[in-house]
DNA sequence: TATTATAGTTAAGCCCGTTTAACTATTAAG
DNA sequence: CTTAATAGTTAAACGGGCTTAACTATAATA
């Protein structure tokens, strides 16, 4: 099997799926009193933890001076939280609050309700044999992450 | 097995998939001068095939009046092509050009770029094993896609 | 201590994506 | 045939997200 037939095999189940789930996820920023960008933050502190308003700008590509005013109704609707770093009193760490980390879990299985579907299509025997390659998988990024950001050498 | 944990494992992965994918996702954004209505309607033309005016505004959750405006420079930068449905000359049916194919096509490979390293974590033996089962997965998500849309009773 | 750099906030102003409303063209219904 | 409904376009006006610029506070440097 060659690398690219795998890497592209990879590619076209992952277009897929998250080409379904956009659709939902294009709801949810409508519906919700939420722009953009205030959504994407609220799933960077999700997967990422607190972080800086500084890296929050970079991910999302704006001005600093730009995430300080989306944060606000963040934090006035009580979604996000903001403290003082211990080591640099200048630096505010962005975290979730609990009703933050619901409203983002709530998201979540919105976005990938279709996946009841896919598993009515399967047989148990089939999802027995997925399993563990999903499982597999998932371990696997989380890996990338470490060797990213290797533990010893605090970031 | 339980249907659940199955369910969660999935739902997992995918989750951590598309945020890895997001990253790359904005920065095609703002890099590219088009707007995330724009970014959106061609990817739904992308997977979806040509579209009427209506499918598209439903699908974006914004008025056709908004979506006809959106189109228009994507049509003057030859990404798109507007011609009438043969059935009801008041249809304007919207496809991909080649060109806007293309483009699709370089912003995929874009946003899972980091695939790659995904790959360099995994054994031979490992791909060899997860290939299957991203067929499969890939199949059964198609198979629900004729499920809705039956080929029979046209719609 | 004095100076420079960095993190974040605030306010003014701009840009552009969207809505509303008015219009044309085509189809469906009475 | 007449009337009503649907698909799409166009132009004016609104609103909100972003940038710029000015400011405060803390940390690093000389």
Redesign the interface.
């Known amino acids: 099997?060659s690398?690219e037939?795998?890497?592209s095999?990879?590619?076209?189940?992952?277009?897929?799926?998250?080409?379904?789930?956009?659709?939902a996820f294009?709801?949810n920023i409508?519906e919700s009193d939420l722009s953009?960008s205030q959504i994407?933050t609220l799933?960077r502190l999700y997967?990422h933890g607190s972080s800086p308003v500084n890296d929050l700008a970079n991910?999302?590509?704006i001005t600093t001076a730009a995430v300080s005013q989306l944060l606000e109704p963040l934090h006035q609707s009580g979604l996000i939280q903001r403290s003082e770093s211990p080591n640099d009193r200048r630096v505010k760490l962005i975290a979730l609050t609990d009703a933050g980390q619901a409203l983002v879990n709530r998201s979540?299985?919105n976005r990938?309700a279709?996946?009841?579907?896919?598993?009515e299509?399967?047989t148990?025997e089939?999802?027995?044999?997925?399993?563990p390659?999903?499982?597999?998988?998932?371990e696997?990024?989380?890996?990338?992450d470490v060797?990213a950001h290797p533990p010893c050498d605090s970031d």
């Open positions: 099997m690398e037939l795998f890497l095999a990879l590619r076209e189940w992952i277009e897929i799926s998250m080409h379904r789930s956009r659709h294009i709801r409508r953009f994407n799933f997967h991910h999302l590509g979540v299985q990938h279709w996946l009841s579907e896919l598993s299509v399967l148990q089939e999802k027995e044999q997925l399993l390659a999903i499982i597999l998988l998932t696997r990024i989380h890996q990338l060797e």
